[in-house]
């Protein structure tokens, strides 16, 4: 079977032993592995062991997979990021990008921290820790954005190769079973 370009561009890059498994009947597309892209802007870009990446503009969010920009996006924030993005116009920025990601199949908003870093105030504002914590709730709801905290760089990164890979995984699944229904119910000639 030939498969569409872009189904096997969205998924073709090195494998570093994140294959298929469970979809050996794929032929060739199952020993693949997504590919992340680092926006462009991300000034200390996550740091990826197990998944292949390369740096290119984004649309919205931070990390996305190559050919499923407009589908997955993942928006990364430390701590002092992420209080600085609570307050004028930085908020008022920072909401409109949240806006945009409304219209994704898979978004996530990490934050590299912890919940109790925020309420120690370990971090340079003003703000009080209930007011950072009452925004992240805010945010979850008003852009349907469940936030995630991941206590470290590293852990992030795993994280969000894992999200790209069972991502990934199910589009794959739904193109097969889209094409493989779709030769069933062909006339016969």
Same mark, same amino acid.
């Given at each position: 079977m030939n498969w569409p370009v872009s189904v096997y561009?969205?998924?073709?890059?090195?494998?570093?032993?994140?294959?298929? +498994?469970? $979809? &050996?009947?794929?032929?060739?597309?199952?020993?693949?592995a997504p590919l992340i892209i680092i926006d462009s802007r991300e000034q200390v870009p996550l740091q990826f062991t &197990?998944?292949?990446?390369? =740096?290119?503009? $984004? +649309?919205?969010?931070d990390y996305s997979i190559a050919g499923l920009e407009e589908l997955f996006a993942v928006e990364r924030k430390s701590?002092?990021? $992420? =209080?600085?993005?609570?307050?004028g116009q930085n908020r008022q920025r920072f909401e409109r990008e949240l806006h945009r990601l409304r219209g994704f199949r898979f978004k996530r908003l990490l934050v590299v921290g912890s919940e109790a870093e925020i309420l120690q105030a370990r971090y340079?504002?003003?703000?009080?820790?209930?007011? =950072?914590?009452?925004t992240l709730s805010?945010?979850?709801? &008003?852009?349907?954005? +469940?936030v995630v905290f991941s206590t470290? +760089?590293?852990?992030?990164?795993?994280?969000?190769? &894992?999200?790209i890979f069972y991502f990934t995984r199910d589009i794959v699944i739904s193109v097969n079973n889209l094409c493989r229904s779709s030769q069933k119910n062909l006339p016969e000639n």
């Open positions: 561009e969205m998924i073709n890059s090195a494998n570093k032993g994140f294959s298929l +498994p469970a $979809l &050996r009947s794929l032929g060739e597309l199952a020993d693949q &197990r998944l292949e990446s390369r =740096v290119a503009t $984004l +649309p919205s969010g701590i002092p990021d $992420l =209080v600085t993005c609570c307050t340079h504002s003003d703000i009080a820790p209930k007011a =950072v914590l009452a805010a945010f979850e709801i &008003r852009y349907d954005l +469940p470290t +760089p590293q852990n992030a990164a795993i994280q969000i190769e &894992r999200w």
